[in-house]
C-alpha cells in the first residue's frame, strides 16, 4: 500500500472509530434472519413471518427463488412453500445476498452515479460468479452470488471519503488505482464487522491477487477472480496478459482461452441473473 493509499484508509479508521463515518450494514431483517437460522431451532413459517416485515425483501426473495438458479422447480408464490422447498442455509445466503442491495444507496447526488456504477459492477461479477459455481461441484450457487456481490464492498467508504477529502484526484483512473489499492483493506474491515466467514474475508482480501498460488481445491476467490476477468471488470489495473497464468482457471478445469461467459448455454442465465439484481 503505498502513502496515498494508507493515508486514505487511516481516514476511514477515524472517520469511523470517531463516528463520523458508520460503515455499511445489513438491514435489521436480514440480520435477524442470518441470526436465527445459525442460532436458533426455527421453522419456515418462523422465517417467512419475519421476511414479510420487509415488503420489497420478500419480493425480492420471490423472485429470485423463481429465477434461472432455480430453474428446475415449479414457480412458487408463498414464501413459506418456497422455504421449505430451497432450505434454511440457500434462504440465509439469498436474504443477506438481496439485502446487499440497499447498501449501495448513495447520500448525496455526486455519489450516486458511482455507486450505481459499483452495483453494477458487483451485480455482474455475482450473476457470472453464480452460473459458474453451479458447474463446480461442493460449491454452493448462493455462496457464489453472494461472494460476487461482496468482491467491492470496500468501495464505498472509499468513494466517500475521496468525496469529502479536499486531495482532487487528475482522472478516473488515479481514483480507481487509489481503490484497487484499498478494497482489500476496507472489504474485510467491513465483513469483519458483519461477522462474515474466512472464506469470504478471502474473496475481498484476494480476488485481485491473479498471482495466487494454486493451491487446495477450487474455492471462492477462485469462482471471482474468472468471473472478473471473463466478464471484463478489470480495470486494466491488475496487468493481466495471460490468463493461463492465473491458477483459479486451473483449480476450475477451465481453458482460459474459452471464455465462460460468452457460451450460449451461460449467456441468458447470466443476463437474466443480474437483471433479476438489479430491479
Not at 14 to 26: D, H, I, R
Not at 36 to 51: F, G, Q, V, Y
Request: hydrophobic share 40%; with cysteine; charged share 25%.
Amino acid at each position: 500500500m503505498d502513502a496515498r493509499a494508507e493515508t486514505y484508509f487511516q481516514k476511514i479508521q477515524e472517520a469511523v472509530a470517531n463516528e463520523k463515518m458508520v460503515l455499511p450494514t445489513l438491514p435489521e431483517v436480514a440480520l435477524r434472519i442470518r441470526h436465527n437460522i445459525e442460532h436458533e431451532d426455527c421453522s419456515a413459517k418462523d422465517i417467512a413471518d419475519l421476511l414479510y416485515q420487509d415488503g420489497s425483501l420478500a419480493a425480492h426473495f420471490i423472485r429470485i427463488a423463481n429465477s434461472p438458479i432455480y430453474r428446475g422447480y415449479e414457480k412458487m408464490n408463498d414464501l413459506q412453500t418456497i422455504i421449505s422447498r430451497i432450505g434454511l442455509r440457500t434462504v440465509k445466503e439469498l436474504v443477506v445476498s438481496l439485502s446487499i442491495k440497499q447498501i449501495f444507496t448513495a447520500t448525496s447526488d455526486s455519489l450516486d452515479k458511482q455507486f450505481r456504477e459499483a452495483w453494477s459492477v458487483s451485480t455482474g461479477v455475482a450473476a457470472i460468479s453464480s452460473t459458474l459455481t453451479s458447474t463446480v461441484p461442493g460449491l454452493s450457487p448462493e455462496q457464489g452470488l453472494l461472494a460476487g456481490l461482496i468482491h467491492n464492498i470496500g468501495t464505498l467508504p472509499i468513494l466517500t471519503v475521496a468525496e469529502q477529502s479536499d486531495d482532487n484526484f487528475e482522472d478516473e483512473a488515479e481514483l480507481n488505482q487509489l481503490i484497487y489499492t484499498l478494497q482489500p483493506h476496507v472489504g474485510k474491515f467491513i465483513l469483519e464487522t458483519w461477522k462474515f466467514p474466512p472464506h469470504l474475508l478471502d474473496v475481498v482480501t484476494q480476488c485481485y491477487d491473479f498471482k495466487r498460488p494454486a493451491q487446495g481445491s477450487a474455492d471462492y476467490t477462485d469462482i471471482v477472480q474468472v468471473s472478473l476477468l471473463q466478464g471484463g471488470y478489470i480495470n486494466g489495473a491488475a496487468n493481466i496478459d495471460d490468463y493461463s497464468d492465473v491458477a483459479a482457471f486451473k483449480k476450475l478445469d477451465l481453458n482460459p482461452e474459452v471464455n465462460f461467459v460468452e457460451l450460449e448455454d451461460n449467456q441468458e442465465k447470466i443476463k437474466e441473473t443480474q437483471n433479476m439484481l438489479l430491479n
